[in-house]
């Protein structure tokens, strides 16, 4: 009885930092959608929020084990990071030279949503490209 109840303090402090970050970002939403009128912008951040506490309740209630936080992972994760970056990078030059040369008529929100859609893909193709193969 003893070591359930060390294992729930534990399981509690692994999920206290995303419970407080994850309801100021539910307060902050509702001050968006309340007082700024906000309403599009408000329910996105609360549901960021409910999301992150979400999470946290999923990460606190896996066993220690079970979390893999080896090296190995974090090393695949800053490589994978670093080279989505570049890649990034890269469409948004070729993006602006072929608008700037060759007028698309691309829209701000358009020119991002293809952008952080490449960011977020390259990523996670990323990962599992160091995933399999490894990395040096």
């Known amino acids: 009885m003893g070591k359930n109840k060390v294992r729930k303090k534990m399981e509690l402090k692994r999920f206290k930092d995303y419970f407080v970050v994850g309801s100021g970002i539910i307060l902050l939403g509702i001050v968006a959608l309340a007082i700024f009128d906000l309403a599009f912008l408000g329910m996105g951040i609360v549901l960021s929020g ?25 090393r695949i994760n800053e490589k994978a990071g670093f080279n989505a970056f570049w890649t990034t990078m ?17 829209k701000f929100r358009e020119f991002f949503m293809i952008v952080v859609g490449v960011g977020m893909f390259s990523f996670n193709i990323y990962r599992f490209y160091y995933d399999k193969k490894g990395f040096k």
């Open 90 to 106: 890269g469409i948004l030059a070729v993006l602006t030279y072929v608008d700037f040369y060759f007028p698309l008529g691309l």
């Open 50 to 74: 409910l999301m992150l506490i979400f999470i946290g309740i999923y990460w606190a209630r896996k066993p220690k084990t079970e979390i893999p936080s080896d090296e190995r992972y974090i």
